[in-house]
């Protein structure tokens, strides 16, 4: 077989992916293959650089933000932990991580969800969370786990 032929069919399989790629793309769908890299790296690549969030620091902010927002206007009032190195809502690459305050008498309402949660209880007590429908207390020092 001549050598151009090769080339010339390299080439029409070449504008014939080109032209599947860019259907694709205009139908908002992509190739996973061309994705892989980024989804499954090779080796951990973390864009989050190390930081600390003082408690005794963050502490009167939350506080203050329980006396100026009432729960009408924030359905969840949580100041998001945003690493210096990336755009909020992100702690670390993986990981979005907040603190919430529920102050006495109020209710968050309940909604679904989506991701899994992980709720470290830092103060208070008498409070309470439903996971799968079920009343679970929160006291200091719990760790509770809400699948998705």
């Known amino acids: 077989m001549p050598s151009g032929t090769v080339s010339t069919t390299a080439a029409a399989l070449e504008e014939s992916t080109a032209s599947m790629i860019k259907a694709a793309a205009e139908n908002h769908i992509k190739p996973l293959w061309l994705q892989m890299s980024r989804l499954n790296p090779p080796l951990p690549n973390p864009k989050a650089t190390p930081h600390l969030w003082k408690y005794s620091e963050v502490r009167p902010i939350l506080v203050n933000a329980g006396r100026l927002v009432p729960e009408e206007q924030a359905e969840r009032r949580v100041l998001m932990l945003v690493n ?16 919430q305050l529920v102050v006495p008498n109020e209710t968050a309402k309940a909604r679904r969800h989506t991701a899994f ?27 509770i786990l809400t699948p998705t």
């Open 84 to 99: 210096p190195s990336q755009d909020a809502p992100h702690t670390t690459n993986t990981i979005c991580a907040g603190l």
């Open 117 to 143: 949660a992980m709720r470290f209880i830092i103060e208070g007590e008498g409070g309470f969370t439903a996971v799968y429908g079920r009343r679970v207390k929160m006291r200091r020092g719990d760790v």
